[in-house]
C-alpha cells in the first residue's frame, strides 16, 4: 500500500509539472506588424527606414519594386490542434528612387473576402501518358533495389 502510494504521488507530480498554464505562442515573421506598419509614411519613409522599422525585407520582388512582410501567429488548443489568430500580410511598394510610395494591407478579415481564380496553369512539361508513367515506374524500382544493396 505504501508502495502504491509513493507511485501515485510521483505519477500525479510528473503529470502536473509536464502541464503547462502559459499559452503557447508560435510567431512567423514581423511581430506587431501592424502596429509597426503606421510608422511608415508615404512619400517620407525610405527603404532604410522601412529596415529599422520592420527589419530585414522577408521577401523582395524586384521587377515590381515591392517588399513583403507578414506575421502570423498560431497557438495549439487544448487539444492539439493549430489555431491561426493573427495572419497579417504587408506589400509596400517603392518608386524608383526608394522612397514609400504605397501600401496595402491584409489582415485576417480581408484574406477571406479574396477572390481567387478557379483558372488552371497549363504545364510546359510532358503530359502524363502510359509509357511516361510506365518508365517512371520503372526507373524507381531500379533506384529502391539499388539503394537495398548498398
Not at 136 to 147: D, F, G, M, V
Amino acid at each position: 500500500m505504501f508502495i502504491l502510494k509513493k507511485l501515485f504521488i510521483v505519477l500525479l507530480t510528473l503529470i502536473l509539472t509536464s502541464c503547462t498554464l502559459n499559452k503557447i505562442d508560435n510567431v512567423h515573421g514581423v511581430s506587431n506588424l501592424k502596429n509597426k506598419i503606421k510608422l511608415i509614411k508615404i512619400s517620407k519613409s525610405n527603404k532604410n527606414d522601412v529596415k529599422k522599422i520592420l527589419g530585414p525585407v522577408k521577401i523582395e520582388e524586384l521587377k515590381e519594386k515591392k517588399w513583403i512582410y507578414f506575421e502570423v501567429r498560431e497557438t495549439k488548443t487544448k487539444y492539439g490542434k493549430k489555431d491561426i489568430y493573427v495572419n497579417d500580410y504587408a506589400e509596400i511598394f517603392f518608386n524608383k528612387y526608394g522612397i514609400a510610395s504605397k501600401i496595402e494591407f491584409y489582415d485576417l478579415s480581408k484574406m477571406n473576402k479574396i477572390k481567387f481564380t478557379k483558372d488552371r496553369t497549363q504545364t510546359l512539361g510532358v503530359k502524363d501518358t502510359f509509357s511516361k508513367n510506365l518508365l517512371n515506374s520503372t526507373r524507381k524500382r531500379l533506384e529502391n533495389a539499388r539503394k537495398k544493396f548498398k
